[in-house]
């Protein structure tokens, strides 16, 4: 499904929708696939998603490290 031109849509917006424990479990079921993906146009986008996502939840864990409790 990763790889289908329209399978990846499915993929991108599943992982951008999910709950943070489903996300977690399947960006660590993908990350396994990265060098693979990253060989077919649309693994290419999904690669792109999960490197955002993980990008954006790390200067989220950082901002909130910053916060007063």
Do not use: W
């Amino acid at each position: 499904m990763m790889k289908d031109p329209f399978g990846n849509y499915v993929v991108q917006k599943l992982i951008e929708t999910c709950d943070d424990q489903t996300r977690e479990l399947i960006v660590s079921r993908i990350k396994v696939h990265f060098n693979t993906l990253k060989r077919f146009t649309y693994g290419k986008h999904i690669v792109t998603r999960v490197e955002k996502l993980i990008a954006t939840g790390e200067r989220r864990m950082g901002l909130s490290s910053l916060s007063p409790s």
